[in-house]
């Protein structure tokens, strides 16, 4: 039974379209983070969401919107997708959002935009 | 600032060689510390930790990391390389934002260890 998990891990589409990775944690945390890997492995914080409240809101395109329908889910949907989207999305969870801890993470979706 | 650097962004050894991952932090306040390792088309997950107490920390697979304060540092080794441990390696800070004090983990560049016979 995995604890965080993503769908789909693979997506490919072309420039323009519209896409979401959606994201499950089942440990029963409240807060979670988006990750963006680069293809040179560097990982920066997207955002993160604290019960359905986003508390963290890196300088990210307003492109990317999350949604969190509930503590358990946060979902990322990308507007007008540009080749710079191409990337591995993680999703983390941790239990509070001053926890100074672990994060649990989600084997990722590999986004590739054409 | 706070960040974190770490040194070589490929390391290679000898199987059953010393493996010396290096990490630097800069930090206005002593940070909680990771090592979180990522094997090929998976997530990450955590090695170690240092959150207080002994500076010395045990994880898991053998491998074990030190904070020296002093250095700024908080480099991974393990004693004998295995082929098993070839995967990108991070070195993580969590520090608290500024703003309404959330946390956030802050990772390095990372590492590509390769291992070969």
């Known amino acids: 039974d995995t604890a965080v998990s993503q769908t789909p891990k693979y997506l490919v589409t072309q420039m323009g379209n519209d896409k979401s990775i959606k994201c499950e944690q089942n440990l029963g945390h409240d807060t979670m983070y988006w990750y963006k890997q680069d293809s040179k492995k560097f990982l920066k914080i997207m955002f993160s969401y604290n019960n359905k409240e986003l508390i963290i809101n890196e300088t990210v395109p307003n492109r990317f919107s999350p949604k969190s329908p509930d503590k358990a889910h946060l979902n990322l949907h990308i507007n007008s997708l540009e080749l710079g989207d191409s990337a591995v999305y993680f999703c983390?969870?941790?239990?509070?959002?001053?926890?100074?801890?672990?994060?649990?993470f989600g084997e990722g979706s590999r986004l590739t935009v054409l | 600032a706070q960040s974190v650097t770490q040194l070589g962004s490929h390391v290679s050894v000898s199987e059953g060689a010393l493996v010396l991952l290096r990490c630097n932090y800069s930090?206005?306040?002593?940070?909680?510390l990771f090592w979180y390792v990522q094997y090929p088309n998976q997530g990450l997950q955590l090695l170690l930790k240092?959150?207080?107490?002994?500076?010395l920390v045990k994880g898991i697979n053998g491998f074990e990391a030190e904070f020296k304060k002093s250095e700024t540092s908080f480099h991974l080794t393990k004693p004998s390389a295995h082929m098993s441990d070839a995967a990108e390696y991070f070195c993580a800070v969590s520090l608290e934002e500024f703003s309404g004090g959330y946390n956030k983990l802050i990772f390095g560049a990372g590492t590509r260890l390769a291992v070969h016979p």
């Open positions: 983390a969870s941790s239990p509070d959002s001053h926890w100074a801890g672990e994060l649990f």
């Open positions: 930090s206005s306040v002593p940070p909680y």
């Open positions: 240092y959150t207080t107490g002994a500076t």
